[in-house]
């Protein structure tokens, strides 16, 4: 009887042993799971979920006015000879015989000079007034051949695994300086991605950017439709909003 007793103390102090070693396992691997699911899974559903964009900028100032010098070219000093009272040059033949030849004709004539002159400079101060104006203006529509936005091609068809991509111009064409702004670009990607960018510097009246801006992961398709809009928050006060927007399309070729 004592022997029964004892079989069935162990069985059962097995069996609550196995219990908690199960317990402690589940917790380990719950606790891993965790961890894994909080460093990597974010990591690969941003990866799916969200398109690069690739852009590149250039900045062009407004024409200065510029001032053209010519000097006269036909300038000169002439020398005369002979009788200052007279109208017409001779030459006379004094009492000796030996005559005496007349002085030679002397011309020295200026040097031709030309340049170009800026008005003002860095010391000249403009004023302005009035209101800002942004205008976008999309150049061409084409891809980028590599990440980089120097690869550029122009095309209305976009080949399969290429990156859709359009050039674009913003400018201000109103009379007074914008200060920072930014734009938005929509762009057809498999999660309809709207871009924003960051603030971009203060332009004067008649200065501009060239963008060009490019994107991976794209959408197949034809007639897709890539939109810019400068100072889309109209964060900045303009005489002009309506126009701040341009749209283009291209065909998207899937794989």
Do not use: A, K, R
């Given at each position: 009887m004592n022997t029964d007793w004892q079989t069935t103390s162990a069985r059962q102090a097995a069996i609550n042993g196995l219990a908690v070693i199960?317990?402690?396992?589940?917790?380990?691997?719950?606790?891993w799971l965790a961890i894994y699911s909080v460093r990597f899974v974010p990591t690969i559903m941003n990866g799916i979920g969200s398109a690069a964009v690739y852009l590149g900028s250039v900045f062009t100032p407004a024409n200065e006015p510029t001032l053209s010098v010519v000097s006269n070219p036909t300038a000169s000093t002439t020398i005369s000879f002979g009788n200052t009272n007279s109208t017409t040059a001779t030459s006379t033949t004094p009492a000796t015989s030996t005559p005496i030849k007349p002085k030679s004709i002397v011309k020295t004539t200026g040097e031709k000079t030309s340049g170009i002159y800026q008005i003002g400079g860095a010391t000249t101060t403009t004023s302005f007034s009035g209101l800002p104006d942004f205008v976008v203006n999309i150049s061409a529509v084409g891809y980028l051949a590599t990440t980089s936005t120097e690869s550029f091609i122009a095309s209305s068809t976009v080949p399969s695994g290429g990156r859709p991509a359009i050039k674009f111009t913003i400018k201000n064409i109103g009379t007074n300086v914008a200060g920072t702004w930014r734009f938005s670009a929509s762009i057809p990607t498999q999660s309809s991605y709207l871009y924003y960018s960051p603030f971009q510097q203060s332009l004067n009246p008649g200065d501009s950017i060239d963008y060009t801006l490019g994107f991976d992961q794209a959408t197949a398709g034809s007639n897709k439709m890539i939109s810019v809009s400068a100072n889309f928050d109209h964060a900045i006060t303009?005489?002009?909003f309506n126009n701040n927007n341009a749209s283009a399309q291209l065909t998207i070729l899937g794989s």
């Open positions: 199960g317990f402690v396992v589940l917790v380990v691997m719950g606790i303009e005489s002009n």
